[in-house]
Structure formats: structure tokens, C-alpha cells
């Protein structure tokens, strides 16, 4: 199965093992992610504190780029492009006036879009497509004993839901689970990390990660687990400041979910970008590699 | 947004208490579902669910009661609307189905448009910056924006130079320049330059009324 993939700002870089991963683990299930032809920036949470028209004409070109192209599906890996996009799509889809001026836009670029094109998140696929059982059959090593704090963030689910719950989800301790390992309780996992602000109120957001950081902690797991970009950034950059204000040592790995299914499928740590991150994950990679 | 209009807010305030009220409105009305807005009750529950709310001049539910009271140009000087994180969780629990997440970014767009919002804004200079590069490159290149950003904040940058410089060498910090830029640079300015004018003509005709 070919699946249209759109990547995301934040994977070219700064998060490239969750693309690397996120490929990688894709081709064990059979599924090849084929990257949308030039696509641009979604516009995140920033353009769109600017300039609300434009950042939508920005997110609905690659909607119309991959209309284009002839696909009812394209698929992201960060939750902040897949709420960006999915929102362009259903206020267009919502509001017929608001969807002809993004059209005007468009077509004044020889584009157009008449919204065909449903955007998913790779976990929504992974669990719901191809599900939990061809998950399990490609385990060759299980993360037996593994204790894992699967935080999902905010825009995972929020506010669309169309995943999973917006208070409570559970999709990524699913797939855990089917990987062998252990997901712990973490009451925290749809609280907010404090996303962009982290970059300009540090020392008002720490808090946040701090919380994030003891809860897992204190809930005896070996890492937390995340689905987007933004989230590894804030609690593995600022995991020192966070430990500062909490008095405490945690060194808590953080991980994307595409990279602990790498290694239950056996694959090697490096095709999964392990050694990317801050806080060292050797420990976990020596011991389920 | 061009350069430097950040830099340009007038002194006093631009728009009177009801001009501000209006204008406001108008915009929230135009975003789908924005009319629920009316249906308020002032239950809280969007302030209780905020992750940063501790840190607000104003919490989300003192926005629409200060609208309400004709002082919503108070909430545009604050940081209020600069520390939303947009996580969606007053959105989602609103039991009015306000979509307040919508109307932080309204009053951004706002407080920058009219200039209430103070000049030394890190947030909203951090907004400048990525529209710029987003503009520019058609991506959003994270090296060159944090690089521009810590350009005027020696302090910040030192203390996250050893971490940088560890992400470099992991490969996860392009060289400023060195990023992609997409070749469709010019769709995108066709996109921008017609709904930027789409807007402009809104703001005459609201303007005129």
C-alpha cells in the first residue's frame, strides 16, 4: 500500500528520527509513505496569530497539491500539521463562504481544491488501518517489562477528537501494549507540554514539562512516549531546567512511538534515529535491540 | 506581515472601546461558529482548564467578560493572549462550544494589526520571524528562526549554546541558509498577496460602516 505522506517542518530536522521511524516502521507493515511533491509549511500555531486567511491559504495549498495529484488520503506525523491541516479542511468543508475565498486564493495560484482530501495521523492508521493484530505479528522482539508513560499530548486529539477521546486517550497505550510493553497510569498524557511558548517564556512554561517529567517519574517509568515533535523537544531540551525546578534528578528518555515499534519489529536503533536526543536513551536501545 | 510593523504601534490606542468591540465581533463572527461567542455564561471552565492560566493578566473567561464590559482593549495591552499555547483544551470542554482557542488567535492578529501589543513582545516577535521565513523559504527552517530570534537575546542563546551545539552535531540543525526552500515560492505569494487583499477590503468596508 502507498500512502501520500506529508512530513512536516519540524521532522526535516530537528525531529528527523520520527521520520526516519516513521518511514522505516511504515515499510515493516507493508505501507510506503510517498512525500507529497513540494509541499510548504502548515502554518503550525504561529502564522495563523498574523494572518488567519493567508495561513489557511497556505495549509490548503498542500491540500490542493495532493487533490491534484489524485489522493483521498494523505497522512502526517505531527499532530500540530495534522490539526492545522484537518482544521483548513473542515472550516472549508463548514463554511461555504470562508471555503470560496480560500478558492480565490488558490486559483489566483492555477490551484484549486474542492476538499477530497481527508488528513490523517500515522497512529490513526497504524492502529485503526492496519491494525493491532498485524502490529503483533510483525513483533520479533517484545519490550517485555518496559514501562512506558504514553503522553499524547494536545493536538493529537484536540479539538477535533476524530482519533480518540480529547480527555482521556488511550490509542498509543494500545498500540504499547501490542508491542509488549507496559504502559503505566499517567493521568498527565493529554496535558499540554506548553508547546511554542516554551521557546519564549521559558521560565513560565517549565512548569509544565516539570509536571509532565515527575508524574512519569513517579509513575516507575523507563521513558515517556510521544507522537509529536514539539512535545520531544520540551521535555528532552528542557528536561534540565525542568529537573532544577522540581529539585530532582530524573533523566527520563523521550521517544517517539514509531521508535519502540522499530525495535519490538527488530529493527536496528540507527535505521530508527536512535542517538538524536538529549537525554540519552542507550540504556533502553541496549537492552531491546 | 512586513518588517519593522511591529515596531511602528502608536502610542495611544487606535480604535475606541466600541470601534475595538465591533471590529472584534465582526472578526469572531466571520470564523465558523464564531457566533456562539453570545452564549457565554461565564462558568469558568475554560480557565480552569488552561495549562498557562496562572501566568495570564486576564484568564479566558475574564476575555469575554471584559469584552463584554467594553474593556477588551485592557486584554489586547496584556500577555494574555501571547501565552496560549493552543492546546485546545477550553475548546473542547467549553459547554457553550465557544471555540476559544479562535479567539486567542483573533486577538493576536488584533493586537498586532491595531498595535496594542507591546513592542517587546517575545511571542509575538518569534510570530514575526516565522511568517517572514515561512514567506521567504515556504518552510519554516527552525535553525534560522531561533538563530534570528536570539540574535537580540545574548542571554537565551548561551543558555541553550551547549544543547545547540549537541543538536548540530547530531545533524538536527541545518546551517542557516543551508535549508529548503520550496519551488513553489510563488504559488504562495500569488495565495497571499490575493487573500491579503481579500482582507484589506474587509477591513475598508468595516471601516466605512
Known amino acids: 500500500m502507498e500512502l501520500l505522506y506529508y512530513p512536516g517542518c519540524s521532522?526535516?530536522?530537528?525531529?528527523?528520527?520520527?521520520?526516519?521511524?516513521?518511514?522505516?516502521?511504515?515499510?515493516?507493515?507493508?505501507?510506503e509513505l510517498k512525500e507529497l511533491d513540494d509541499w510548504n509549511c502548515c502554518g503550525?500555531?504561529?502564522?495563523?496569530?498574523?494572518?488567519?486567511?493567508?495561513?489557511?491559504?497556505?495549509?490548503?495549498r498542500n491540500l490542493a497539491l495532493a487533490e491534484k495529484a489524485g489522493h483521498t488520503q494523505m497522512v502526517a506525523v505531527c499532530p500540530a500539521c495534522h490539526t492545522v491541516l484537518h482544521?483548513?479542511?473542515?472550516y472549508m468543508e463548514e463554511d461555504p463562504k470562508f471555503s470560496e475565498l480560500i478558492r480565490k486564493g488558490l486559483k489566483a495560484a492555477g490551484l484549486d481544491y474542492t476538499g477530497s482530501v481527508l488528513v490523517r495521523h500515522l497512529i490513526d492508521i497504524i492502529v485503526n488501518d492496519i491494525g493491532l493484530d498485524a502490529v503483533r505479528a510483525n513483533v520479533v522482539k517484545p519490550l517485555s517489562g518496559l514501562k512506558v508513560a504514553a503522553y499524547h499530548g494536545c493536538m493529537l486529539t484536540r479539538p477535533f477528537g476524530s482519533i480518540d477521546s480529547t480527555e482521556r486517550p488511550t490509542i498509543m497505550d494500545r498500540l504499547?501494549?501490542?508491542?509488549?510493553?507496559?504502559?503505566v497510569e499517567y493521568p498527565l498524557t493529554a496535558k499540554c507540554c506548553g508547546g511554542m511558548v516554551m521557546n519564549t517564556e521559558t521560565e513560565k512554561t517549565v512548569p509544565v514539562v516539570a509536571g509532565l517529567l515527575k508524574c512519569a517519574c513517579d509513575r516507575g517509568a523507563d521513558c515517556i512516549v510521544v507522537a509529536c515533535p514539539l512535545c520531544h523537544m520540551n521535555l528532552d531540551f528542557y528536561q534540565p531546567e525542568a529537573n532544577r525546578y522540581l529539585g530532582g534528578d530524573c533523566a527520563m528518555p523521550i521517544v517517539y512511538f514509531t521508535q519502540l515499534a522499530g525495535l519490538a519489529f527488530g529493527?536496528?536503533?540507527?535505521?530508527l534515529g536512535f542517538g538524536g536526543e538529549l537525554v540519552s536513551t542507550r540504556k533502553l536501545v541496549t537492552q531491546y535491540a | 506581515m512586513p518588517r519593522g510593523e511591529l515596531a511602528k504601534t502608536p502610542?495611544?490606542?487606535?480604535?475606541?472601546?466600541d470601534e475595538l468591540k465591533r471590529v472584534f465581533l465582526d472578526d469572531v463572527y466571520a470564523l465558523p461558529g464564531g457566533e456562539r461567542i453570545d452564549l457565554c455564561i461565564q462558568c469558568g471552565t475554560c480557565s480552569a482548564s488552561c495549562?498557562?492560566?496562572s501566568y495570564m493578566e486576564y484568564s479566558p473567561r475574564e476575555i469575554i467578560a471584559a469584552l463584554r464590559a467594553g474593556l477588551l482593549g485592557r486584554v489586547l495591552h496584556s500577555n494574555t493572549q501571547w501565552m496560549c499555547t493552543s492546546c485546545y483544551t477550553c475548546t473542547v470542554r467549553c459547554p457553550q462550544e465557544i471555540k476559544i482557542t479562535d479567539l486567542m488567535y483573533e486577538l493576536k492578529r488584533l493586537g498586532i494589526k491595531y498595535g496594542y501589543t507591546d513592542k517587546h513582545s517575545r511571542a509575538a516577535e518569534m510570530a514575526r520571524i516565522f511568517v517572514d521565513l515561512t514567506n521567504r523559504r515556504g518552510r519554516n527552517q527552525e535553525t534560522e528562526l531561533m538563530m534570528r530570534y536570539?540574535?537580540?537575546?545574548?542571554?537565551?542563546?548561551?543558555?541553550?549554546?551547549a544543547r545547540g551545539l549537541k543538536m548540530l552535531l547530531q545533524g538536527r540543525l541545518p546551517l542557516p541558509g543551508t535549508g529548503k526552500t520550496i519551488k513553489g515560492l510563488d504559488e504562495m505569494r500569488k495565495i497571499r498577496e490575493t487573500l491579503e487583499r481579500i482582507e484589506a477590503e474587509k477591513l475598508a468596508k468595516e471601516g466605512s460602516k
Do not use: I, W
Not at chain 1, 521532522?11 to 505501507?31: N, P
Not at chain 1, 503550525?44 to 490548503?60: C, K, P, Q, W
Not at chain 1, 504499547?176 to 507496559?182: P, R
Not at chain 2, 536570539?150 to 549554546?161: E, F, G, I, L, Q
Open chain 1, 176 to 183: 504499547l501494549e501490542a508491542l509488549g510493553a507496559e504502559p
Open chain 1, 267 to 271: 529493527l536496528s536503533p540507527e535505521e
Open chain 1, 87 to 90: 482544521k483548513t479542511n473542515y
Open chain 1, 44 to 60: 503550525a500555531t504561529t502564522y495563523m496569530s498574523v494572518r488567519e486567511l493567508v495561513s489557511h491559504g497556505n495549509s490548503a
Open chain 2, 150 to 161: 536570539y540574535m537580540t537575546r545574548p542571554a537565551a542563546a548561551m543558555a541553550n549554546a
Open chain 1, 11 to 31: 521532522v526535516e530536522y530537528t525531529a528527523k528520527a520520527f521520520d526516519q521511524s516513521a518511514r522505516a516502521v511504515c515499510r515493516k507493515l507493508g505501507v
Open chain 2, 11 to 17: 502610542p495611544a490606542d487606535r480604535l475606541s472601546p
Open chain 2, 51 to 53: 495549562p498557562t492560566a
